[in-house]
């Protein structure tokens, strides 16, 4: 396997790792071990190139630093991409080689599921590194963090629509939900219990044609959910999707979703706000899947513990709004300010 340093200011440590026997083509950025050890999923995406996939791991890396520190969790932030496509491309030997990888890093970075990774795949990676999380056997296993991801998005959702509507009720919201993996399925399921109306959309029909069925949802293509009408949109997909052309076709209140890094820069918070569209900072509500696996990292035994750490990503999420209109500031620079301050302390 043949490691290469990257540059890249501002981080601690930035590998790409190609193995030729294995295929794999990875790589793992660190942005800080400030408050802890960094730890942050590994995401499988057939990137269109190099650079796309290194700006993806870079921002990714970065967002669990302040994940976490949003969290209140003693860990720092890293993350992980493996450039292949997951349906035809990843194989047992390819995350092994990854779990090799990731022990090289020596404990200065833990790794766990994303986008286009599984357990099993995670399991198969922990085979050759003591760094992972997120698996289905050990003595402090905390499975699929998907579930525990979007019930936090939930909850967090319950608490920013106080701000947008005036209560918490989701009874008869119109919501708007983009993406179907793992944690958008769970979102839904929270979303359609709570009463909401759902209108959805995927690339995958079959994720799409089970969310009609199950939560009698309407769908719409891909490109056409900016456009919807509706009281929320909940992005669950990919990341920096909210620009200067999505935000001017959105007919919403309120956003709350499980994406990262869902504002493609700075600008986008600022222009969902002139457009009176209320921001739930991404990293803040969609802390529920690091919690999760940071009971595996800390060896959390208690039980309460998960379930406190996701009330307390709703009280987080409501303390940043109420300061945001207090200050008449974009939520984001809000939740950014938030976290600066703990990390300088």
């Known amino acids: ?60 890396s970065k967002g669990m630093t302040y994940k976490n ?7 720092g932030g890293g993350k992980s991409v493996i450039i292949a496509d997951p349906k035809t491309q990843k194989t047992p030997e390819l995350m092994q080689a990854f779990g090799r990888f990731v022990e090289s890093f020596e404990g ?25 999380a997120g698996l289905n056997k050990g003595a402090f296993a905390s499975g699929d963090p998907s579930p525990v991801t979007a019930r936090g998005v ?8 106080k701000h947008a509507f005036g209560h918490g009720d989701l009874e008869g919201k119109i919501i708007a939900l983009q993406g179907l993996g793992h944690v958008g399925m769970y979102l839904a399921e929270h979303l359609h219990a709570a009463g909401a109306q759902l209108i959805v959309s995927d690339i995958n029909a079959s994720s799409v044609a089970k969310a009609r069925q ?16 509706a009281d929320i949109f909940a992005p669950c997909a990919m990341g920096a999707i909210l620009n200067a052309d999505t935000i001017s076709r959105l007919k919403v209140k309120l956003v709350c979703g499980a994406a990262n890094n869902q504002l493609a820069d700075d600008a986008a918070g600022d222009a969902l706000m002139a457009r009176g569209i209320l921001y739930a900072p991404d990293y803040v509500v969609n802390g529920g899947g690091i919690i999760s696996v940071s009971t595996e990292i800390l060896k959390i035994t208690d039980e309460k513990w998960v379930d406190q750490k996701l009330e307390q990503l709703a009280v987080t999420t409501d303390k940043i709004l109420t300061k945001a209109k207090a200050q008449n500031a974009s939520p984001h620079k809000v939740a950014d300010q938030f976290v600066d301050e703990i990390l300088a302390q």
């Open 1 to 60: 396997m043949k490691l290469t340093p990257l540059d890249a200011p501002g981080y601690e440590k930035v590998v790409y790792a190609e193995d030729e026997a294995s295929g794999l083509k990875s790589i793992i950025a660190v942005h800080s071990t400030k408050l802890g050890p960094a730890a942050g999923g590994c995401r499988m995406f057939a990137y269109p190139d190099f650079e796309s996939a290194k700006i993806d791991a870079l921002r990714l």
């Open 69 to 75: 520190a949003a969290a209140s969790l003693p860990l």
């Open 214 to 229: 199950a939560f009698s949802a309407r769908s719409v293509a891909p490109n056409d959910i900016y456009d919807v009408e």
């Open 154 to 161: 939930y909850l967090s959702c319950v608490a920013a629509a």
């Open 108 to 132: 200065m970075y833990t790794t766990a599921e994303d986008v286009g990774i599984s357990v099993e795949d995670i399991e198969e990676a922990a085979k050759y590194t003591s760094h992972a």
